[in-house]
């Protein structure tokens, strides 16, 4: 009895691992801004661009306005979750609430098709990140937002901004319940063969 409740117990840590690895690995700028500032894209960024930027950042901190920031270039950038691209406000969302457990602060989402401000996975509404301009190619992305974090931490704070609330993505995204369900799934029908299996052991 004690070697099936040992099984029942590592079955369960399996399911709750895999879970807990598909979300960790899906998303690589999350990975970086955990404990880093900025996120630049897998493509080529020119170092001038990416001194600019991370001189915006860090002057931002010193004046306590910190903000984090990710640059997404190409799909490749968002690792697991590809179908974000496209998409900055669901992103700036869905990398928000990753990060929420270890930073409160905003976050910053630089795409081609435009830009979005979050803060603990719920979008901000500021006009001069909504009306952005977003440069062409890799360093221009980087370039925006760098302008966007001066706007940003030179504004009064919160003169533009109101916190918008989503019940689309409010939440953790469907992914992720996927994986967790699929995991616990697993663990049932492993528990469920273990029981099974010692029933048919015991003697009559």
């Known amino acids: 009895m004690a070697r099936l409740g040992c099984l029942i117990a590592l079955a369960a840590a399996l399911a709750a691992g895999l879970a807990a690895g598909a979300r960790a690995d899906a998303d690589p700028a999350s990975d970086m801004l955990y404990t880093g500032d900025v996120f630049l894209p897998y493509e080529p960024v020119s170092s001038a661009a990416a001194a600019e930027l991370r001189a915006a950042v860090g002057d931002a901190r010193a004046n306590g306005k910190a903000i984090k920031v990710a640059v997404i270039a190409t799909k490749r950038d968002l690792g697991g979750v590809p179908t974000l691209f496209g998409n900055p406000l669901y992103y700036a969302r869905f990398l928000g609430a990753e990060l929420q457990f270890l930073y409160s602060g905003k976050l910053l989402v630089v795409m081609p098709q435009g830009a979005a401000l979050s803060q603990r996975g719920k979008l901000i509404a500021d006009r001069s990140v909504q009306d952005a301009k977003v440069g062409q190619g890799t360093d221009g992305l980087v370039r925006t937002a760098a302008v966007l974090v ?42 469920g063969f273990l029981l099974a299996r010692a029933r048919r052991r015991r003697p009559a």
């Open 150 to 191: 001066r706007d940003l931490a030179g504004g009064e704070q919160g003169s533009s901004q109101t916190v918008v609330s989503s019940s689309a993505g409010g939440g953790l995204p469907a992914w992720i319940w996927v994986a967790v369900g699929v995991a616990a799934a697993a663990a049932l029908g492993a528990i």
